[in-house]
């Protein structure tokens, strides 16, 4: 099993349009190679098997997403009627998560340039006609450190935007084993995926995508 080193891109130069990723986005194609992706899988489908999925909803509306997700580490998120918010336990079994794998923390220690380690990976299931709409990661108390995202399963187009839902988006393909990282004038900017492109990856079996999105929560401590 290997993660190989991947250079740096902004963008996949067939994603046209757009201004360009912000300062601080940073894109790494590839950077989890066969194995060292069917490794993560693993993990992950141990992960569920303790906390398994569930069905997040809009606040005070109550509609579904159309992703299904789990958490591993100390705290995980949640969206229900009551709100948006981290907590310390599944919502539905009561538990507290699993433990972010090791394989994580160590791409995290290596990547981020963050001191501290992640208090949170949430992990978002996307069926073939799943999406998330822009949106900014602003739940934290601290931004600071860095959004980190893997990705697995089916190829994905990603669009990432401004600091306004109205400013200009560029978008383009994230495929399985890679990675992107929203850290500095990133870390707060809109962003989603558009669709799923069905059948691009034979990494999970019933096809789909799996994206785990590493945060740190808290402040750190001084």
Sequence with gaps: MSSRPASDRTADPSSGAGKGP????????GRLD????EALLAEIRAVVRAAPLF???????????SVKMS????????ADEAGYRYQSAHPVTGKPWPAIPQ?????WAEISGFPAEPEA?????????????????EDEEDFSAPVFSVSLGDTCRFRVGGQVRKDPTSSFKLASGDIVLLAG??????????????????????????????RRVRKVPV
């Design 71 to 78: 958490n591993c580490g100390s705290l995980g998120w949640v």
């Design 185 to 214: 004038e990133a870390r707060t900017v809109f962003h989603g995926v558009d669709r799923i492109y069905p059948g691009t990856s034979t990494l999970l079996k019933d096809g789909g995508r799996i994206n785990l999105t590493l």
């Design 103 to 107: 394989m994580l923390l160590d791409l």
């Design 34 to 37: 066969r194995s060292a992706q």
């Design 55 to 65: 069905q997040p909803v809009m606040p005070r509306t109550g509609k579904p997403l």
């Design 22 to 29: 912000p300062p601080g986005f940073r894109y790494l194609p």
């Design 121 to 137: 990976c949430l992990i978002n299931f996307y069926e073939e006609t799943a999406r998330m709409g822009l949106h900014r990661d």
